[in-house]
């Protein structure tokens, strides 16, 4: 009984040393994925940015006609013909949104004054 017992351990640890090595194959495979999605993300970014339809661009454009209904439209063209219009104030993660969509292309805007100076 012992020596079936005995028998079987080498098998067990065979076992257990091909199953940790085929996880850390799986994990070295895993991590390069990763590195190419990261890889890809980037390069998607890169052609992005300055193209008109670009995710921040659209954000951009949305903001640029919320702004231009809130103060153009309410402020210029209502009271002339006297209509009564608001345009309700962005709240929460809307307001956030807004503002970093509006800094950023501000200070990419400042980012490229700059560029075209030196």
């Known amino acids: ?23 850390k194959d799986v994990s070295i495979s895993a991590l390069t994925a990763t590195g190419a999605v990261a890889a890809a993300q980037v390069q998607a970014m890169a052609l992005w940015i300055g193209h ?17 209904k809130a103060v153009a439209i309410d ?12 345009t309700p104030a962005l ?5 956030e949104l807004a503002w970093i969509v509006t800094s950023g292309m501000f ?9 075209r100076g030196q």
Do not use: H, Q
């Not at 080498?10 to 996880?23: C, F, G, M, R």
């Not at 008109?52 to 951009?60: A, K």
């Not at 709240?91 to 307001?95: D, E």
């Open 1 to 23: 009984m012992w020596t079936a017992i005995l028998g079987l351990i080498p098998s067990i640890i065979s076992a257990a040393v091909s199953a940790w090595n085929k996880s």
């Open 52 to 68: 008109p339809l670009s995710p921040p661009s659209i954000m951009c454009y949305a903001v640029a006609i919320w702004f231009c």
């Open 75 to 86: 402020n210029v063209l209502c009271p002339s013909l006297d209509w009564e219009c608001s």
């Open 91 to 95: 709240k929460g993660g809307t307001a």
């Open 107 to 115: 200070f990419s805007g400042i980012a490229s004054i700059l560029r």
